[in-house]
């Protein structure tokens, strides 16, 4: 039901399936499911239990702990990252052909001319900048304007270079990876780069 994935000292995520801890728990509605099944797998994660707050812009983080976290869940699924020394990102997204249809409304010209049709490489992209948007944690971000991801190849796993520039502040670099797991892509961020 729960897979973990330490990162490295300070950084770890994991993965739940929300279907089965509904079964688990005898619970039916879907906004009851993914609230008690975050709060299980953060207290999971942690070891003890911490309320989950958010911020006046929604981000989540975790009342009267210095830790970062971030949540995403997809059809079934729920993934947290928790990070002890920097602010996070997480994206997990079921792969599915409804992002051909969005594809111009998130990715700059040359980021569309990488990915073409590649549903798998579109998802990869998306959940980058859903990743970078979680870190940054302003609404009035634009996807194309203000989050870019680097060209890459694309294999089961792998690293991605994506940044923020909101606002005339300075170029913000992320180490992200990413990886297929079932049918489901997911982004997390690594670390800041600069």
Not at 14 to 32: P, Q, T, Y
Not at 105 to 133: H, M, N, R, V
Request: charged share 25%; hydrophobic share 40%; with cysteine.
């Amino acid at each position: 039901m729960i897979q973990v994935f330490n990162i490295n000292e300070g950084l770890c995520w994991a993965l739940m399936d929300l279907n089965e801890f509904a079964v688990l728990k005898n619970i039916s509605l879907k906004r009851e499911i993914e609230s008690q099944g975050k709060n299980h797998l953060i207290d999971f994660l942690l070891k003890k239990t911490i309320q989950i707050d958010y911020d006046n812009n929604g981000k989540p983080f975790l009342k009267g702990d210095s830790r970062h976290i971030s949540i995403s869940h997809s059809f079934g699924k729920l993934a947290i990252i928790v990070n002890e020394h920097q602010t996070t990102g997480i994206d997990i997204e079921i792969i599915r052909d409804k992002v051909l249809s969005v594809k111009h409304k998130f990715l700059s010209l040359s980021e569309l001319e990488d990915a073409g049709e590649d549903i798998e490489k579109l998802l990869i992209y998306w959940s980058a900048k859903e990743t970078l948007y979680k870190i940054y944690g302003v609404k009035q971000i634009n996807f194309i304007k203000h989050l870019s991801v680097k060209p890459f190849t694309k294999s089961l796993s792998g690293n991605l270079v994506g940044s923020v520039q909101f606002s005339n502040t300075n170029i913000k670099l992320f180490e992200l990876n990413y990886h297929f797991i079932q049918n489901y892509v997911i982004v997390y961020c690594v670390k800041r780069l600069n």
